[in-house]
């Protein structure tokens, strides 16, 4: 499986946008990037999913380049609610079902007024 | 339409008992996974269910079992319980051949 890394934390404000980008050098070919969010106490929610180039939906948007080695989730006008963790994953989506998810550390993104 | 339920909330366990936890999958939802996440750590894959039976499992050792029942809701059990076995524990469910996990709360697990 891929490995991916992602920062420990970011701060932003409230109003801006957030960039976490996640390096996964080893993709293969037939790898999915997924990312998830999770607040305290609670399970992780699946946010955007992507193959290549740009996925927008009304959450986020997820950029990737052409090379597939890294991948930016991108969150606009973020608010005090978007405090969380955002984890990045990448592996492939098996079509006979039996997926399962590989979570790393996870960025822990703090908005602040 | 109720999301995936998991119980109890919370609980707290001597080294050495045994525990088991519940979780009812999302509507429609055949597929149920088991994830284990330690403090301040991403979630951990246990294993998978699927018409019944384990599908696919992680690197746990065989204290860890479960269960899935006909109308898809599934069981963790833990034996022998360590300290290291405190944790968030996690149930998430799908459809067969979907990506995509939906996840239940958690049961919290403090082991003393």
């Known amino acids: 499986l891929a490995k991916t890394t992602q920062p420990i934390s970011m701060d932003s404000y409230e109003g801006q946008e957030v960039n976490i980008t996640c390096s996964h050098n080893?993709?293969?070919?037939?790898?999915?990037i997924t990312w998830y969010q999770q607040f305290p106490s609670q399970g992780p929610r699946f946010i955007i999913q992507?193959?290549?180039t740009k996925v927008t939906n009304e959450v986020a948007s997820l950029f990737i380049p052409a090379d597939r080695k890294s991948s930016t989730l991108s969150l606009p006008r973020v608010s005090l609610s978007d405090t969380a963790v955002y984890y990045c994953?990448?592996?492939?989506?098996?079509?006979?079902?039996?997926?399962?998810?590989?979570f790393g550390t996870g960025t822990q993104l703090k908005v602040e007024l | 339409d109720a999301g995936v339920t998991q119980s109890p909330t919370h609980l707290i366990k001597t080294r050495g008992q045994q525990v088991t936890l519940r979780c009812s999958p999302k509507?429609?939802?055949?597929?149920v996974s088991w994830y284990q996440q330690a403090l301040g750590q991403g979630p951990q894959f246990i294993f998978q269910?699927?018409?019944?039976?384990?599908?696919q499992r992680g690197n746990f050792p065989d204290r860890f079992s479960g269960h899935q029942f006909p109308n898809y809701s599934s069981e963790l059990n833990v034996n022998a319980l360590l300290l290291g076995d405190s944790a968030l524990y996690l149930c998430?469910?799908?459809?067969?051949?979907?990506?995509?996990?939906?996840f239940g709360p958690g049961t919290r697990l403090t082991v003393t």
């Open positions: 998430a469910s799908s459809l067969d051949r979907d990506y995509e996990q939906y």
């Open positions: 080893n993709i293969a070919t037939n790898d999915y």
């Open positions: 509507s429609g939802h055949d597929t």
């Open positions: 269910y699927y018409e019944e039976e384990e599908r």
């Open positions: 992507g193959y290549k």
């Open positions: 994953l990448v592996g492939p989506i098996l079509t006979g079902g039996g997926n399962k998810l590989t």
